[in-house]
């Protein structure tokens, strides 16, 4: 049985469905909140669920993306072994997505929560060798991070009766707020938890596009839009602060860095600075705009570069890339599509969210350093959107011959709704949930100077495509290793524990040759050859038991 191509309908119609009742539940002002309440003797379990047009519409998003991604992976990965597999654990993740978004109980919020970080391990390492284990161990451990944080908030609501954050919206909890936030700055890997996000690039390109558009990555923020109004003044000015840092971080670290997959990692990266940073100034409305137009444009960036990799023998550096124009003009626009959607060039879906963000920014009293921050942030973010599409589009020589994909159609089939999403779903968005905001009166300077420093960002990248080398320096090391934040990895794991386990199993096998011999061998096989017979009889004999003692307490009562 084929599950890609059997579930991605189910997947597309779902989105359908939520996007369809996110305009019904807009339109009336309209939100539902269920509470499921079981009871078993004095055994009790409460399970709410909230929606309003903000969970129908993030669902129908990530329902759409994962629907596109599975009828991609079906093509792209159609000489895998394990497909199966794949399958039900990206059906795991979209399942832990929903948990979290409909849940208004921190307990049950955990569930979502812990089950992205487990799934994304599990993900990360489906390659497995050296690589995979050291990037999935830095994911684990940093998502454990943000998981502690919620524990201690599940802990602190004890206290007060009740885990479910609705009944104390009138109510300001200064240590639960905290929580939250540095939870949230682990899961979007703000800085000083940036590290693991372009080492889950380890994982498979449709890994990648669920993670780093509509679904893990993107829970912290989604976290924070939920939670803005308990953020005070001082937790606003802190993650103002390290949003912008971390934009400007990802957006140098972007400009110096050759691998495809961590190019587009880092955009994210930057992406996600940017929305928290709309957060902090009062805006979550707009903030979760950017989220889900970002969430397009992104899923079909990775998409495409998935599609490219395979066709350059699984070869990751822009620079070995050529001739992309003659070859894959069709994959080719809807990357540059997504791409100058991504450094919001006008009219396409990231204008419509990223410049009205960028005006109000204008208008906010920030101060002529924040006000520096964001236009840099902003430069730089043009600036390697510009570099990339310059390398994949003008370079006419290359050192790979080229493959072509035999599924390469299913493929470039699979991202036409991503493609047409890049293009219009801003605009639709803005017109039918956001309209209050579409008009900002500026200066002319004012309302100019955003289009100048793009125009400044794309002279300086057209120069910037032609190094294809940078040089060996301190200061060169620390912008593109994202300030040594990259060396903060668990690569001096790999080699102690996988050393030791290897050298452990060694001199086991040793002994047990030397000093039992052929008797342990021989056990060893009849035991695996009995122990599907052990686990039926034991499964046997505990369900009588079970069913037995349940009969006698039956009786007694």
């Not at 470039?412 to 293009?423: E, G, R, T, W, Y």
């Not at 309209?435 to 289009?451: A, D, G």
């Amino acid at each position: 049985m084929n599950f890609f191509l059997s579930m991605f309908p189910f997947f597309f119609f779902f989105g359908f469905f939520f996007f369809s009742s996110a305009f019904f539940f807009l339109g009336f002002n309209f939100s539902f909140f269920l509470q499921w309440n079981l009871f078993f003797s004095s055994f009790y379990i409460s399970f709410p669920i909230y929606l309003d047009y903000i969970s129908w519409v993030f669902m129908g998003m990530g329902f759409f993306i994962s629907g596109s991604i599975i009828f991609y992976s079906e093509n792209y990965m159609f000489s895998e072994v394990y497909k199966t597999r794949f399958f039900f654990l990206m059906f795991l993740f979209v399942l832990s997505m929903v948990f979290l978004i409909i849940c208004p109980n921190l307990f049950c919020m955990l569930l979502g929560w812990d089950g992205l970080g487990l799934v994304s391990y599990l993900l990360v390492i489906y390659y497995q060798n050296l690589k995979s284990f050291s990037s999935g161990m830095i994911t684990a451990l940093t998502n454990r991070v943000g998981d502690v944080f919620i524990l201690t908030s599940i802990s602190l609501f004890f206290c007060y009766g009740s885990w479910n954050y609705m009944n104390f919206l009138s109510y300001y909890f200064t240590w639960f707020c905290l929580m939250v936030f540095i939870a949230s700055l682990t899961k979007s890997a703000q800085i000083p938890f940036s590290a693991w996000l372009p080492a889950a690039m380890a994982a498979p390109t449709p890994v990648s596009s669920l993670v780093h558009s509509s679904t893990l990555v993107t829970a912290g923020v989604y976290i924070l839009i939920r939670f803005s109004f308990f953020l005070n003044e001082k937790l606003k000015f802190t993650l103002l602060f390290i949003s912008l840092l971390t934009m400007i971080m990802s957006g140098f670290s972007g400009l110096l860095e050759f691998d495809l997959k961590k190019i587009i990692a880092l955009s994210t990266l930057s992406q996600l600075g940017f929305m928290l940073s709309t957060i902090s100034i009062g805006l979550p409305s707009l903030a979760f705009f950017h989220l889900v137009v970002h969430a397009g444009f992104k899923a079909l960036l990775f998409m495409c570069a998935g599609f490219f990799i395979h066709s350059f023998f699984d070869n990751q550096d822009i620079r070995f890339f050529g001739l992309m124009n003659k070859n894959y003009c069709f994959s080719l626009c809807m990357f540059n599509v997504a791409n100058l959607s991504l450094c919001g060039f006008p009219f396409l879906s990231g204008f419509f969210s990223k410049d009205l963000i960028l005006e109000l920014m204008i208008q906010e009293n920030l101060g002529l350093f924040f006000f520096i921050l964001f236009i840099v942030g902003t430069f730089l973010t043009v600036l390697y959107s510009f570099r990339l599409f310059f390398y994949l589009t003008f370079k006419f020589c290359f050192s790979f011959p080229v493959e072509f994909f035999p599924k390469s159609l299913g493929i470039q089939n699979s991202m036409v709704l991503l493609f047409f999403f890049s293009i219009f779903l801003g605009f639709l968005g803005s017109m039918l949930f956001f309209f209050p905001y579409n008009y900002v009166i500026l200066p002319k300077k004012m309302k100019f100077l955003i289009s100048l420093v793009c125009l400044c960002g794309f002279y300086i990248s057209s120069k910037l495509s032609f190094f294809v080398m940078f040089f060996n320096n301190i200061m060169i090391g620390f912008f593109g290793k994202m300030w040594f934040l990259a060396f903060l990895k668990t690569d001096f794991l790999k080699f102690f524990f996988l050393d030791f386990s290897y050298k452990f199993s060694k001199s086991l096998l040793i002994y047990v040759e030397n000093f039992f011999g052929l008797t342990c061998f021989f056990f060893a096989s009849f035991f695996s050859e009995n122990l599907s017979n052990f686990f039926k009889i034991s499964f046997f004999f505990f369900s009588f038991f079970f069913l037995f003692y349940f009969l006698i307490l039956m009786m007694y009562f």
